[in-house]
């Protein structure tokens, strides 16, 4: 994702003013549903991810589901739901959940501006990038538990680790 800091105009406050700015500058196919509400579409490696950003003034949080087509098999989902606890052990910002109904599989995080704070761009960033990160790093995962012939450890284990450090 881009320096978010260069390219929003001063003055833009609302959290999906942000959220648009950012899909303008990085040229993402987005749409704003309503004033409080905007749906966009980032290319990743495995696959496209529908994002979607949600404004509550409310309870005061910018929410954000990303999500991808997921269908698995009956008597593949307790393995699913195993690779989806540890895949949430290993986000620190979101976690997976199932939609069963929908057929989605779905990353989910909600950032908390109370007291009048705002959402800076490098927030919306950072939590956009962590949002199609922790999919692209557990699609595969998430692939061959529903229709591979590994386990869920084996799966996991090609859900890399994060690198830290330079090579």
Not at 74 to 83: F, H, I, K, N, V
């Amino acid at each position: 994702m881009a320096n978010a800091e260069n390219y929003l105009e001063i003055g833009e406050s609302h959290p999906i003013d942000v959220v648009e700015s950012l899909a303008q500058f990085n040229d993402w196919a987005f749409d704003r549903v309503t004033e409080d509400q905007i749906a966009m579409a980032i290319e990743g490696s495995w696959r496209t991810y529908s994002l979607t950003l949600a404004w509550s003034s409310f309870d005061e949080t910018l929410r954000m589901i990303c999500t991808f087509d997921m269908d698995p098999p009956e008597d593949r989902l307790s393995g699913l739901y195993q690779a989806m606890n540890v895949a949430n052990d290993k986000c620190w910002a979101g976690g997976f959940s199932l939609w069963r109904d929908q057929k989605l599989m779905v990353y989910r995080y909600g950032l908390l501006l109370g007291g009048g704070a705002v959402a800076a761009p490098e927030q919306v960033d950072q939590m956009l990038s962590a949002a199609v990160a922790g999919c692209e790093r557990f699609y595969p995962a998430f692939q061959m538990v529903c229709w591979g012939d590994g386990s869920v450890d084996q799966a996991m284990d090609i859900a890399m680790e994060q690198a830290f450090g330079r090579a």
